[in-house]
């Protein structure tokens, strides 16, 4: 999967252009022509200089994501759980 593709990138500088502060509008496009939750995090992270924990989180919480949510919060908490008890049993004798 690429990072973006070049339509992807035009939808950004074109919201960019609109000086608008409504994410989810943009989040929105970007869906509409097959970004994923990565592509639209990278996006927001290098078209608005964001850190790429804030990028997540205006994704994750996004409107335009909210049926992905509760699939995306498991998964990392699964992840979580995943390296907490592999450095745990690391750390036995």
């Known amino acids: 999967m690429k990072l973006y593709t070049k339509e992807m990138l035009a939808i950004a500088d074109e919201y960019i252009q609109l000086d608008s502060n409504n994410f989810d509008e943009l989040l929105m496009k970007l869906r509409q022509v097959g970004a994923s939750q990565k592509q639209c995090t990278v996006i927001l992270k290098q078209k608005f200089d964001l850190s790429l924990r804030e990028a997540d989180q ?27 008890n592999l450095e745990d049993n690391l750390n036995k004798p």
């Open 58 to 84: 205006i994704v994750v919480n996004s409107e335009t994501w909210k049926d992905f949510y509760a699939a995306t919060s498991n998964l990392r908490r699964e992840w979580d759980d995943f390296f907490d």
